[in-house]
Every structure is written in C-alpha cells, then in structure tokens.
C-alpha cells in the first residue's frame, strides 16, 4: 500500500488564522499529507492506464445510465472489498476487470491510510454537474477520481468568502481562480468532519460537461 515517504510539491493559502497547504505529486505517496493537520487536499497526478482510460471512454460513449452507490465492512488492512455487482451492465466491454481491479486498489488504499473499517462507494456516469455550486463536504474526508471527462474544480483560501457558499453571485467568474483536478488524478479532499478542519474543508464543486459530453466519476467516503 502507500508507504510514508511524502512527495510532491505544495500549494500554499494563507488564512487569518492558520495555512492551509495542498499537494500534488506525481507518485501515490502523495495522498498521505491528507494526514497533516494544515493540508486540506492531497492529488495523485497519474497517467490512467491506457486500457482503462479506454474502459471508461467506451462506457460514456454508450449514452447508458449509470449510478450506483455500495457500501463495506472491512475486517482488517488486507481485507479485500467485494465489487460483485459494480457496473455489472458493462462487464462484456473489454478492460472491464482492469477498471474493477483499479477501484478495488483505490479502496484498499483508502482503507488502509485512514484506517477506515466502514467505506461508502458510489459510482456515476453524469451529463449534468452533481453538485454544481462551490461547497465544502461534511465528511472526513473524501477520495474523488474521474475515470473519464472532465475532472473536479476548487479554490484555493481566499478566492471565495465561505459565508457565501452556494450563493452564485459571490462565486467566482474567472478562470484563472478555479483550480482543475484533471481526468485520471486521485484526489483527497478533507471535509468539516475530519477533527481539527472544522470551517477549512476544501471548498470545490462538481464541473458543466459541454454539451453531449459526460464523466464517470468515483468517490469513497469514510464512514467509520
């Protein structure tokens, strides 16, 4: 799994009262800073394998419906979550056992960083943006992957006054304030409920697909 050996580079935000500090880097060990008290996003920058990539490029191109939400019980850091039933309507396209071998990882990897025994999965194919107004999660912390389209949008501390959320006048209209997670990257975005983060949750939101455009998105959530 990931082992402690930090990497990446860091964005910095200066608040009144404390920094706040996002990472990116290109090796997976990158999502453990998610750990530090002052880091409210952690993004793996990896290249989705090609044949994955493909897996989820040809799902979209079907124009089928998807969403489906799963949750686990997992016993123990080696335990291995049960993924029966995941996208089963697509499981004759080629790849398919690549795509469910990756999620599986992902949840792995999730599981064991945070020690997490209770997980929540779910898994979208979406025209539209699931949740189209800058917010902040009353999570812990959430794993955020796009397997195809476009990919996240935050901000980092300042750009938005946080009384504000989701009100649509005080968002902001230009582009070089909105940050981008791109198409492949694991992101960790920490919330309100992870301890010590109460009023520093990283404030994102779901991006507008062009038009005849979709994503498939994956998102984890520690439950317990």
Known sequence: MLALNPMGTSLLAK???RTLHQHQGAMPETLIRILEDDVNLAVWNRQLPAHIADFGNLLLSLNEPLAQSL?????DDDAQPSLQGLASGFSDLESYEGFIADVSWLVSAFACLLGAKR????????DK???PRFHVDHVPVRLITTYAGIG????????MDRRKLGQAEAEPDVDSQIQQIDSG???LLKGEKWHGNEGFGLIHRSPLPAAG???LILTLDWLA
């Open 71 to 75: 949750s686990f019980e997992l016993a």
């Open 15 to 17: 608040t009144s009262s």
């Open 129 to 131: 943006a699931m949740c």
């Open 152 to 159: 996240s949008q935050w901000l980092k501390e300042g750009v």
């Open 119 to 126: 997980i929540g999965l779910r898994l979208r194919a979406l």
């Open 213 to 215: 455009e979709r994503r």
């Open 185 to 187: 990257d694991v992101a």
